[in-house]
């Protein structure tokens, strides 16, 4: 009796030994990966960083993207970007050209390479589209490629117009750090700024999902769940939410703060909270 008493009681130790090294191993191998959530904010801030060259650029300036020692637009013709809108050919075509080399813009990222609009209408016109694609197009030594097309769907019912967006878009990062895929579709709706000839104030939510793969290679999915809130003015999504599931991973939570112009993300992981820096 006392040896089976025995083996029953080394039993049980070896048994809660076993769960207390399960459970710390478990801990040791906590998920703390950010990469997709990272990558999808570069596709993000990228794609939307294109789309406000474009609506610029139609306006025949990117006084926005000057560095401070270009103060006018014949600057930034002759040494950063050449902008050449082509209305004799159907659809039309805007170029922004920023030439073959890096060119360090007021934003602090370098540019090089074009950036190709074709349209049929003006932005704010009613079921006009504009098709974005690139030619070399470099942003910091990241190549961008792909199509962007934006959509005008006209007025919704509370007076502001809305863009039906789809991206199919790739990044090749810098120094062989991998390609990201990004295929999204979006609705942005213009809720501040539409009235005024000031390009700066203008405010858009934006929402929708995307699909894609990090530069490891490894897919996710992705939903916005609050509106992501870009002011023009900032170089920043200020606010809004959304989640983003990594295959095989638990879902990320993915919060861009309350409305403050930063570059700060925070990334929820089952129930811990990580920060990353957004494009």
């Known amino acids: 009796m006392k040896t089976r008493t025995a083996i029953k009681y080394f039993?049980?130790?070896?048994?809660?030994?076993?769960?207390?090294?399960?459970?710390?191993?478990?801990?040791?191998e906590k998920d703390t990966d950010t990469s997709s959530a990272s990558d999808n904010a570069l596709a993000e801030g990228t794609y939307n960083d294109?789309?406000?060259?474009?609506?610029?650029a139609a306006t025949g300036s990117l006084s926005s993207y000057l560095t401070p020692t270009q103060s006018d637009e014949r600057s930034i013709?002759?040494?950063?970007?050449?902008?050449?809108?082509d209305t004799t050919v159907t659809p039309r075509l805007l170029t922004i050209d920023f030439g073959p080399t890096n060119c360090m813009c007021s934003d602090g990222r370098n540019r090089r390479g074009k950036i190709n609009v074709s349209y049929n209408g003006q932005y704010k016109d009613s079921a006009s589209t504009h098709t974005i694609s690139f030619t070399n197009y470099y942003v910091n030594d990241n190549q961008i490629l792909?199509?962007?097309t934006v959509t005008n769907n006209g007025h919704n019912s509370s007076g502001n117009l809305t863009f039906s967006i789809v991206v199919n878009g790739q990044i090749i990062k810098a120094s062989g750090g991998g390609t990201i895929t990004w295929n999204s579709?979006?609705?942005?709706?213009?809720?501040q700024g539409e009235l005024t000839p000031t390009w700066a104030d203008d405010v858009y939510l934006i929402t929708g999902s995307a699909n894609g793969t990090n530069a490891a290679g490894n897919s996710f999915t992705m939903a916005i769940t609050?509106?992501?809130?870009?002011?023009?003015?900032?170089?920043?999504?200020?606010?809004?939410?959304?989640?983003?599931?990594?295959?095989?991973k638990p879902?990320?939570?993915?919060?861009?703060?309350?409305?403050?112009c930063d570059n700060q993300a925070t990334v929820t992981?089952?129930?811990?909270?990580?920060?990353i820096t957004l494009y």
């Open 269 to 275: 992981i089952n129930g811990n909270i990580y920060n």
């Open 11 to 28: 039993m049980v130790v070896a048994t809660i030994g076993m769960l207390f090294t399960s459970c710390r191993k478990k801990e040791d």
């Open 146 to 148: 792909g199509t962007k």
């Open 185 to 191: 579709t979006r609705t942005r709706e213009w809720i």
């Open 50 to 56: 294109v789309n406000n060259i474009a609506d610029e």
């Open 77 to 85: 013709m002759s040494t950063c970007a050449v902008i050449t809108n």
């Open 226 to 248: 609050s509106a992501l809130r870009k002011e023009i003015g900032c170089r920043h999504i200020v606010s809004g939410q959304l989640t983003l599931t990594p295959s095989g």
């Open 251 to 260: 879902t990320r939570y993915v919060d861009f703060g309350s409305g403050g």
